[in-house]
């Protein structure tokens, strides 16, 4: 794509709306900025026809044993390496499950790396890497649906038979042409011409909230609206386990402790151990039973 193909990116375009961005007074910014934002959710239910079945084959990947992976270059990647580092302390789910490859390497989340994005051999490169294979969803983020990298990776992912996702913010993109499944989330102009950290970046994160949350729920990492697969690793998060067991086992807070403590604070057991009377050995037995769900594990005899 040549500079004057990427001018006419609607994520590159100038809205007239915000031509005197820079006379504006602080309230007046804060009041733009906050206006522009608020379309975004209305973008993103634009493109729940593309969404739900992507996510659908992702979750049916990720029962078998697949791995969730972002990949992306400057504020894309980072939002992945964002969503995928909050699921093990959400989910307990191990490091490797659900993880971001960025354009450059762990150093470009911080500092950026010059002509990252651009390298096309690294991003296949870098799926070769993490052994990349038919279980795994591979979700390519790139604002403008036309980086190298990034485009590189998804179409290296489903060269090896993985679930390949391209998510972007415009339309008609080489992105999703490479993928198997093409997410566009037209967000439009952005209020400071070009930054894609804002209405783009807010819209990825949405999005990637939808696959990682939609994904660990139906793979039972949820009872009713209730983490219950938390890491309980700090003061503020064993409360909340109390409170879980609390409201599951119908019990006091002593007696959610207690089992809690039984448990190694574990709420799936310990919800399992009150409401079923069994000791850890047998409420263990009955979760794996149960493939670590803890409704189908309360509720069958």
Request: some cysteine.
């Amino acid at each position: 794509m040549t500079m004057e193909d990427l001018g006419a990116l609607a994520t590159e375009a100038s809205d007239p709306r915000y031509a005197e961005l820079d006379l504006m007074s602080v309230a007046e910014l804060a009041q733009t900025m906050n206006e522009a934002d608020a379309t975004v959710p209305a973008a993103v239910q634009r493109a729940l026809g593309e969404i739900v079945p992507a996510i659908e084959a992702t979750a049916a990947r990720m029962a078998q044993g697949g791995r969730l992976v972002y990949v992306g270059a400057g504020t894309p990647g980072r939002i992945g390496v964002l969503d995928a580092s909050e699921c093990p302390p959400t989910f307990s789910t191990p490091p490797e499950l659900v993880f971001a490859i960025m354009a450059g390497g762990p150093g470009a989340i911080v500092n950026p790396v010059e002509g990252a994005e651009d390298d096309a051999e690294a991003g296949a490169a870098a799926i070769d890497a993490a052994g990349i294979g038919p279980l795994d969803t591979v979700i390519g983020i790139a604002s403008s649906g036309r980086t190298p990298y990034v485009i590189a990776a998804v179409r290296r992912a489903r060269e090896l038979g993985a679930l390949s996702i391209g998510l972007s913010c415009n339309v008609g993109t080489a992105l999703s042409a490479a993928a198997e499944h093409g997410i566009e989330v037209e967000v439009g102009p952005e209020v400071l011409s070009g930054s894609t950290r804002l209405k783009s970046g807010t819209a990825q994160k949405l999005v990637l909230n939808m696959f990682s949350t939609i994904s660990m729920v139906r793979n039972g990492k949820a009872y009713g609206n209730l983490m219950v697969d938390v890491k309980a690793t700090n003061h503020k998060l064993r409360e909340r386990a109390i409170r879980m067991v609390q409201t599951i086992a119908e019990v006091d807070r002593d007696a959610a402790v207690a089992a809690l403590e039984a448990a190694a604070y574990d709420v799936k057991l310990a919800s399992i151990m009150i409401r079923r009377g069994e000791d850890l050995a047998a409420a263990t037995a009955r979760l794996g039973a149960a493939d670590g769900r803890l409704r189908t594990a309360l509720e069958e005899n």
